[in-house]
């Protein structure tokens, strides 16, 4: 696994979400269910939690949008860059951006949602790309079967010398 | 049979690769003037990138490294900037 050189992660353990919009692909409530299970993900193996808020800034804001899309990483059309996301910081950082030029789902008829945001919330607690290819971080899709996923041991090592360990 | 490969192939798969480490990998150099001058940002950029991937580093465009660069992926930039 890899870090962000330089940055230590969030220097809180009590994190906010909000969804800004929403990809006509999937159902509300299944980008709900993803997103949140995406963030299970990181906070069954480290002490975080993540709390969705309706109004105001959160810490991690989360959007699906095309093309240029006010940071300066435009995204590309249907393939190649599916999304990404921002190293902790204040403003931008954290934020996690989905190419809506993809086809999102909750299963394999596309690009699984819960997969790739799962990924992108590792950039935004702090996680670099790893180059394990059996990781959640390495920097290609592969699909897995949501009920069947588990966090791969490098991907956990990574979290956690970040955050720590789950202690209950 | 013919005597080499086609050389549009090889053409398109390093304009892809160009593009493509410009995008991920923060290849920036203008790779004719660096042709001119000698230098190979490009084959020093595919190691990076071979490295990066747990690739075989052989810093050239060879099928694992085209497999792995037309896969979807994020695009979080594999250099620190």
Redesign the interface.
């Known amino acids: 696994f890899n870090v962000f ?1 330089g940055n230590k992660g969030w220097n809180k353990r009590d994190l906010t979400y909000r969804i800004l919009n929403y990809t006509p692909d999937m159902p509300q409530a299944e980008v709900d269910q993803a997103i949140q299970r995406a963030f299970k993900v990181w906070s069954d193996v480290t002490p975080l939690t993540f709390t969705r808020v309706y109004e105001g800034i959160s810490d991690i804001e989360i959007s699906f949008a095309a093309q240029v899309h006010n940071d300066f ?1 435009p ?2 059309g249907p ?7 921002f190293a902790p910081s204040s403003g931008i950082g954290g934020d996690a951006h989905f ?1 809506e030029d993809e086809t999102w789902t909750s299963g394999s008829n596309g ?1 699984n949602l819960f997969i ?1 945001a799962a ?2 919330f590792g ?1 935004s607690l702090g996680l ?2 790893s ?3 059996s990781a959640l971080m ?4 592969h699909f897995v079967e949501p009920s069947e996923f588990h966090l791969p041991e490098d991907d956990v090592n990574g979290i956690q010398s970040l955050y720590g360990a789950r202690t209950t | 049979f013919p005597a080499e490969p086609p050389k549009g192939n090889e053409e398109n798969d390093d304009k892809f690769a160009e593009e493509y480490l410009k ?2 990998y923060n290849l920036k150099t203008d790779m004719r003037q660096s042709r001119r001058k000698g230098e190979s940002p490009l084959i020093q950029k595919i190691k990076e990138m071979q ?4 690739l075989t580093v052989t810093g050239t465009l060879d099928t694992d490294t085209m497999e ?1 660069m037309h ?6 930039i ?1 250099v ?1 900037e």
């Open positions: 050189p990483y995204f590309d393939h190649g860059t599916l999304a990404h996301a190419d690009y790739v990924h992108e950039h670099f790309h180059n394990d290819p390495y920097p290609t899709y | 995008k991920y490295q990066s991937l747990g792995m896969q979807p992926r994020c695009g979080f594999d620190g």
